[in-house]
């Protein structure tokens, strides 16, 4: 092989050797035209692609037609990316042979690795050790490939790519799933939308979807990103990526499997029971600034909207969507949809009525600006709009049209492209089948949408969506199943993070009962390291009056304890008063192992995970994301002086959460939890009653 030039390496960053690569090796090229392994070969030859293709087949000199070499240490010359079709260990040993030789970029095909058990694992980690050790960057594995349609680059195994004729774009993909990109392909050509590249990046063991991302922001052709995700693992490059975009302008759309629960399950707190999988990728997406659907034709329509509409300030009042149709009932199913989704469809406001009736429209007042079959005539479609995208009470106006978008789109839809220069975003819902219209409205930047689940979805995530909120890097969090503290070790370590706590004092069941620095009535707990939830195994005695009481109590509570939890001795008694407030609050904080540290405000009380009540955020956070928190909680929302009744502390309130988040700024702490903290009177504070923190061992 022709020597390496030294400097080639730092010539080109690693996305050119990715995704404009001029020498390519297909290692383990098949010729049977049958196999996977044959495709990338005919799928380049067929898209014209222009750099050089090196065929590698141990046991063949030829491959379709074209001449193969035994090895990549054979090669003419270095070759900038390998493609590795070769079953699982062959695979591993042409990723060390990539590292070896100096080639940059090595995209592996085969699977078995960290999804397939230990000794899959085992082989993940082989890979990630050479990764390290020679430099070579790894795409997979289970890696389908990629594509650039700008660069006529098929690097891929992926059968729907043997469609003809891509649409080039300024869409790039990234997805975990290889066969998600071919859907994408397939559907984009129907509908006109093209991608400039799509990369399945498998099992991420180096190259993860927020690196390779990042690496072509400075590209000028890509005009936003779709993302598919299974995980949010290397989530911290997914994080830097977003931040990046967001401040050129580049927008993000993604769909997020994983809306089970189970993880959940394993959760010692409310917090942890209450944040499952699908809740915190929700917060740290839209943290972040990414929109998220869960609409797979939505993740395809979307990104024009997003491209339309910007993000919400923090705080920032209801967005509205104001809705006018030539087909009321087309229109009804949209505003259904949005609805289930909490979007508000506003009505015409009586200036906006009386503009439209000036303009010649009459129109039943109502949530939808119902133009019947006058709608389908260009003059009155027009007119209805200019008046809607000028009314205020409106954030987006949405047209749904009708039969006359398939068979007449001279009529009501060539009104809504003579609008599409608005400075309101519209965007638009069409009824029928109608593939010509909406190849119209893609080409001067209307969002359009086939469905009204996906029309809702790609509304109801821009509408979500919030500018990306950066984090100072955190300490690394320590690993391990780690110490539960118990309720007084807790309750001393929150007091000293700055959360308010009830005075409290620890007796022993059987002594005598030692003078309380507070007054009775009283409330007794067992006190025992682990113990996680009392009430559930009869550790907790409310509204003890006396000292006699008392003693009953903690010798009642250590029987109790005893007999439904054998095994467990609780010897000691937590007393505290029994104090009162307006309303309970839960707030809680744990370390997610994908996304770091978050922080939760939810209902309180013992029916906490059923009311699920919640608002979920990254850690830490300041007084502006805690009030906006806040806002999303039902049950704080009362405790706001609700139909005239008395007003909570909530600057108390908001001031205990960002000092509970600050946690994050530590390594030692897993999880922590007040519930219930009781908020008093405005002016008064809130008060933690219970709380368990558990530390990292």
């Known amino acids: 092989m022709a020597a390496a ?22 290692v383990g090229i098949s010729d049977d035209r049958s196999k996977t392994a044959s495709r990338p070969l005919q799928y380049l030859r067929r898209a014209g692609y222009r750099g050089t293709i090196y065929n590698v087949n141990p046991t063949r000199a030829t491959v379709q037609g074209e001449a193969a070499y035994p090895a990549l240490s054979d090669l003419p010359e270095l070759p900038e990316h390998a493609f590795i079709l070769t079953p699982t260990e062959g695979a591993i040993e042409a990723v060390e042979e990539c590292g070896c030789l100096g080639i940059p970029i090595a995209t592996v095909l085969a699977d078995g690795f960290a999804e397939a058990g230990p000794e899959g694992a085992a082989r993940q980690a082989r890979l990630r050790e050479i990764a390290e050790r020679t430099g070579v960057r790894i795409l997979g594995p289970s890696s389908m490939g990629l594509v650039n349609t700008r660069e006529r680059l098929t690097l891929t195994a992926n059968a729907a790519f043997a469609e003809p004729d891509l649409v080039a774009g300024g869409i790039f993909v990234a997805s975990h799933s290889g066969s998600l990109i071919g859907a994408l392909v397939s559907r984009g050509k129907e509908r006109g939308i093209g991608f400039h590249s799509l990369v399945s990046v498998g099992g991420e063991v180096d190259l993860s979807i927020g690196t390779i991302c990042a690496a072509t922001l400075e590209n000028p052709e890509i005009t936003g990103y779709l993302l598919f995700l299974e995980t949010l693992r290397h989530a911290e490059a997914l994080h830097d990526f977003a931040l990046a975009a967001a401040a050129r302008g ?103 009525l009386g503009r439209l009736a000036a303009a010649g429209i009459e129109v039943v007042p109502g949530r939808i600006v119902d133009l019947t079959l006058a709608g389908t005539r260009y003059p009155v479609m027009k007119a209805a709009l200019d008046v809607l995208l000028a009314a205020p009470e409106f954030d987006l106006v949405l047209a749904t049209i009708g039969s006359s978008a398939r068979f007449q789109p001279e009529l009501a839809v060539r009104a809504v492209i003579d609008s599409a220069g608005s400075e309101k975003p519209l965007a638009a819902f069409i009824l029928p089948e109608a593939p010509e219209a909406l190849r119209r409205f893609g080409e001067v ?3 359009s949408f086939r469905t009204p689940e996906s029309c809702a979805e790609a509304i109801a995530a821009a509408f979500s969506r919030r500018e990306p909120r950066a984090r100072a890097p955190l300490p690394m969090p320590r690993e391990g199943a780690g110490r539960l503290l118990d309720e007084a070790e807790s309750a001393a370590f929150l007091a000293s993070v700055g959360v308010p706590v009830a005075p409290s004092a620890v007796i022993t069941p059987g002594a005598q009962i030692p003078s309380l620095p507070f007054g009775f009535p009283v409330a007794a707990k067992a006190l025992v390291p682990g113990l996680a939830h009392k009430s559930e195994v009869g550790g907790v005695v409310l509204g003890v009056g006396d000292r006699s009481a008392l003693a009953q109590a903690a010798r009642q509570i250590a029987e109790t304890v005893s ?3 054998p095994g467990t001795a609780a010897s000691r008694i937590l007393v505290q008063p029994m104090l009162n407030g307006l309303g309970e609050v839960l707030l809680g904080y744990r370390v997610d192992p994908e996304v770091g540290p978050l922080v ?7 029916l906490a995970e059923l009311h699920r009540d919640r608002a979920l955020r990254l850690a830490p956070v300041d007084l502006d994301t805690a009030r906006e928190m806040m806002a999303e909680v039902r049950a704080v929302k009362v405790l706001a002086g609700y139909r005239g009744g ?30 219930p903290l009781l908020v008093r009177r405005a002016g008064e504070g809130v008060v933690a009653v219970d709380a368990l923190v558990r530390l990292f061992d």
């Open 5 to 26: 030039d030294p400097t080639f390496a730092e010539a080109r960053s690693f996305a050119d050797k990715l995704l404009r690569p001029r020498r390519i090796a297909l």
């Open 445 to 447: 930047g209307v969002p």
């Open 646 to 675: 008395p007003a909570g502390d909530l600057d108390a309130l908001a001031e205990t959460l960002v000092a509970l988040s600050h946690l994050a700024a530590r390594a030692d702490v897993a999880e922590a939890e007040v519930n």
């Open 600 to 606: 939760m405000l939810a209902a309180g009380g013992v």
């Open 250 to 352: 580049k927008q993000i759309l993604a769909y997020k499997l994983g809306r089970s629960r189970e993880a959940a399950e394993l959760a010692v707190s409310h917090t942890g029971a209450m944040s499952g999988e699908d809740d915190v990728a929700d917060a740290f997406l839209r943290d972040i600034g990414i929109a998220r659907v869960g609409n797979f034709e939505a993740l395809l329509e979307g990104l024009p909207l997003l491209q339309r509409l910007p993000p919400a300030a923090p705080r920032a009042p209801t967005r509205t969507v104001g809705v006018v149709a030539t087909t009321g009932g087309g229109a009804a199913m949209a505003v259904d949809q949005l609805a289930i989704r909490g979007v508000t469809v506003a009505p015409p406001s009586a200036a906006t």
């Open 563 to 565: 007999a439904r939890r």
